[in-house]
């Protein structure tokens, strides 16, 4: 099974947007049609202001269409973690903020009727090992001194923890689906577009131009909404890390567990359930790693398989899929006005966690543009930079350091053609340059420029998706040279190659 399609891509319709227009003026721009944008959109919609969606590619397709889907407060430990780090102030914020978006999830799909597949659930932390049982006990008491729903639990698993919390009245849904509902709801208050690159944006003292691969588009005001920010004005490359995790959905012969869950050791495990058809079926998360640093992408798969096949039995994988996502150093994300600027807003660092996140940068940045005061806002500040997290931000430098500059000596690859096997690939030496070359199951050779187009650092080979990864900063490239994946805006450049000399 080689399609890593999500199942919400999978059982959801498409949205079929124009292409933006080569020039004209609007008071807001939303760069990017995932969660961030589509629910700013939303929450911007009675304004009275002209606003512009632009996604590069299709609405809803990329980071938003390729999580669990689950809508919890709970984050793994991390309340105990904010205490200690930023105070309880900050600490209740965050908490609050992500049980309001389980409650307004539900509360706009029973207004405005989009079936959405929204179901409240319990959802579970849990303790594999002596060590992170001990982290559980701290965390409770963190989540009881800031009001949140959430006790020991007794896990309902095929398979004994350590320790576990429960929270209460928490949900899950489809979020592509619920997603799908907001933007037709503001279709004719609100312009989507899709299959637009946003390449370049520039502040001025009376506005921002936004240029795309087609024309230049004047906006009052930005959104950058693109996951990993393709605008940067608070050294946010410095700030998060770009890592992968791994799913798939899968018809299962023991019972299903009640609840959603998750373990706070390695390997990772995410669990859920969700309905498919006329059942049940059990999605399995797991695997972790940064873009672009893994060598055998597709053993991530075939690993997480393995575990679901030895604790539930699998009758049927049904999809499989895998997403990215920015941790910021702090673990708290950055969401508000970009760092040193005026007009352009940002959304960033969720840490796997965007689907509350996400729903909650659309009011945050919605209030933002308006001049509203947002209770949450100071928790998640885009210019913050707390000391404690200083260590972390010179490690994750380092790690890109070291890809940028010793990929180059230490991964020289100079195979002649002839050795690279259908469906692999390899970096070759061409005369004076590198260039990423895969050999398709047909014998056709794609060659491509071998360094990433946001800084230059040379790419790996993903051989679950058959795309060319940057292990600096995430962007993904297929195997024409098309971005998959930002912070690159431009596509690698195509080489012609001879692979019979």
């Not at 150093?329 to 760092?339: H, T």
């Not at 500059?405 to 030496?429: H, K, N, T, W, Y």
């Not at 060319?468 to 962007?475: E, I, Y």
Request: hydrophobic share 40%; glycine share 8%.
């Amino acid at each position: 099974m080689n399609d890593t399609r999500s199942i919400w891509l999978g059982t959801a319709p498409h949205f079929a947007g124009p292409r933006a227009p080569y020039s004209g003026h609007y008071d807001i721009v939303i760069v990017g049609g995932g969660i961030v944008g589509i629910s700013t959109a939303f929450a911007l919609r009675h304004s009275g202001l002209k606003i512009a969606v632009v996604e590069a590619r299709k609405l809803l397709g990329d980071v938003t269409g390729h999580t669990t889907g689950k809508l919890t407060s709970q984050h793994g430990l991390i309340y105990d973690h904010i205490i200690n780090t930023f105070g309880i102030d900050a600490a209740r914020k965050y908490a609050d903020m992500n049980q309001f978006v389980v409650e307004e999830v539900g509360k706009i799909a029973s207004e405005e009727s989009i079936d959405c597949d929204y179901v409240r659930d319990e959802a579970y932390v849990y303790a594999m090992t002596d060590e992170t049982a001990e982290k559980i006990g701290k965390e409770l008491s963190a989540c009881l001194e800031l009001g949140l729903p959430v006790s020991i639990g007794e896990p309902d698993l095929p398979y004994a923890v350590k320790a576990a919390l429960k929270f209460e009245n928490q949900a899950r849904y489809h979020p592509v689906k619920f997603l799908l509902g907001l933007a037709d709801r503001i279709e004719g208050k609100v312009e989507l577009f899709e299959n637009t690159r946003v390449i370049e944006i520039e502040e001025n003292d009376d506005g921002c131009a936004v240029r795309t691969e087609i024309g230049e588009l004047a906006a009052d005001k930005v959104v950058v909404a693109t996951n990993y920010p393709i605008y940067d004005s608070g050294l946010f490359v410095a700030k998060i890390a770009p890592y992968k995790s791994y799913a798939v959905a899968v018809d299962i012969a023991r019972p299903m567990p009640s609840g959603m869950y998750i373990t706070e050791d390695e390997p990772l495990r995410s669990l859920r359930r969700q309905q498919f058809e006329n059942r049940e079926v059990q999605i399995i998360g797991g695997g972790h790693h940064k873009v672009g640093q893994e060598e055998d992408t597709a053993m991530c798969f075939s690993e997480l398989l393995r575990w679901a096949d030895d604790n539930f039995e699998v009758k049927t994988l049904l999809f499989k899929w895998s997403t990215q996502d920015n941790w910021s150093a702090d673990r708290l994300p950055y969401i508000g006005k970009s760092p040193n600027r005026e007009r352009i807003f940002v959304a960033t660092g969720f840490g796997g966690w965007g689907m509350t996140t996400g729903i909650a940068s659309g009011k945050i940045l919605s209030d933002a543009i308006l001049g509203k005061e947002n209770a949450w806002a100071s928790a998640v500040d885009p210019g913050r930079l707390p000391l404690a997290a200083v260590p972390a931000i010179a490690k994750e430098n380092l790690n890109a350091a070291k890809h940028l500059i010793g990929d180059r000596i230490l991964r020289a690859q100079s195979p002649e053609f002839a050795g690279i096997p259908m469906g692999d690939a390899a970096i070759v030496q061409m005369q004076d340059e590198r260039v990423a070359v895969y050999r398709d199951h047909d014998g056709q050779v794609h060659a491509v420029t071998s360094s990433c187009m946001h800084w230059g650092c040379e790419l790996r080979w993903n051989s679950a998706e058959t795309t060319w990864d940057c292990p600096c900063h995430g962007s993904r490239f297929g195997i024409e040279g098309d971005v998959l994946h930002g912070p690159a805006v431009m596509p690698l450049e195509k080489r012609i190659v001879d692979d019979t000399k």
